[in-house]
């Protein structure tokens, strides 16, 4: 007996010696379905790299890249039960949780991604980022990819010539509405699963950005491109609304400015990564990339625009119009 309250209280002495015991670093793990060399994956590891340096010891950021942790159609659910602190989303893929952001996939709505920057920093653009708050989901930032392109077996020149082929989309109704109007047939597929339906001619075609097509090797199977640039493939950077209130205030408020840092850099280099990207699928020698002219490109946006007036009712004609205004 004695010789047991010798050891705990030698135990106490070592340990009162060697001082408080150091807090666990909060962990953040950041799921997404992308390879590192993206714009999204390339922002996630800037993100664990600032937080590594300026929150030394007191936060930890574990990547997953690939759908590694979780893919499509489990990632929302997991950052909700707190198995992963953050996502970045493509915009397509939160339909389940509001009507608004199905704003983003309106095809021919934004230029290019000055247009879609113009409009995501108006008040309306910012407003969006709230648009999930009341199902716990809260919106940090928007992420840029860019343009989507679109590819199949055949030269998709005009729109007459996507009727009846099998396109991949992501899961939102104003995708497969946007495919239906050129007589096509969308399905709603995970990413991850892409490269092999349309090497196994499950699907025919897809749509993507030049960054997307070449890291996940779509255009080693797709012998036809269109420089469409038909629509926009960007992202929410979100957290849960439980986690990120659960954070101690300064490490929040440090978090909140390695977010805009980070998210300053991803949105000016998104651009340039795809245009490698397509340099890179030029070189390959292995598809074609055709450019559309005018009257073409004008005969898609004839053919898919009326898709705008189906779903305006549900995304608020307030929105359309102020991100119309944006590629005016
Ligand atoms: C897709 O599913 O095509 C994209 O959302 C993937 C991504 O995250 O860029």
């Known amino acids: 007996m004695k010789l047991r309250f010798l050891a705990a209280a030698a135990a106490l002495t070592a340990t009162v010696l060697a001082g408080p015991v150091a807090a666990e670093p909060i962990i953040i793990k950041f799921s997404h379905v992308v390879t590192e060399n993206t714009p999204k994956g390339k922002g996630a590891n800037l993100f664990k790299q600032l937080v590594e340096e300026r929150l030394a010891g007191k936060v930890e950021v574990q990547v997953f890249p690939s759908a590694q942790l ?61 648009s999930m708050s009341s199902k716990g989901i809260k919106g940090l930032a928007y992420w840029h990819n860019g343009m989507k392109q679109l590819s199949a077996p055949v030269p998709l020149r005009t ?42 001619g499950q699907i025919d075609g897809q749509e993507n950005t030049w960054s997307n097509i070449y890291s996940q090797k779509f255009f080693e199977v797709q012998p036809h491109f269109v420089e469409s640039n038909h629509g926009l493939l960007d992202y929410m950077l979100v957290t849960s609304e439980r986690f990120w209130k659960s954070l101690p205030d300064d490490i929040r408020s440090e978090l909140d400015k390695i977010v805009m840092e980070v998210t300053a850099t991803v949105n000016d280099l998104a651009s340039k990564e795809n245009e490698d990207a397509k340099q890179l699928i030029v070189d390959s020698g292995k598809t074609e990339i055709i450019q559309l002219t005018a009257e073409e490109k004008g005969k898609w946006r004839a053919a898919m625009k009326p898709v705008w007036e189906q779903f305006k009712g549900d995304i608020g004609a307030n929105y359309v119009a102020a991100a119309a205004a944006c590629s005016q």
């Open 159 to 200: 729109p007459e010539a996507a009727a009846g082929l099998k396109f991949r989309i992501m899961s939102s109704d104003v995708l497969q509405a946007q495919f239906q109007a050129v007589k096509a047939n969308p399905q709603k597929l995970a990413f991850s699963e892409v490269y092999l339906a349309l090497q196994t």
């Open 70 to 130: 979780f893919g499509d159609a489990d990632e929302i659910i997991a950052l909700l039960k707190n198995d992963t602190q953050i996502i970045a989303p493509a915009l397509s893929k939160f339909s389940k949780f509001t009507k608004v952001l199905q704003l983003y996939d309106l095809p021919f709505l934004f230029n290019d991604l000055n247009a879609v920057a113009c409009f995501q920093d108006s008040a309306s653009g910012k407003e969006m980022l709230d």
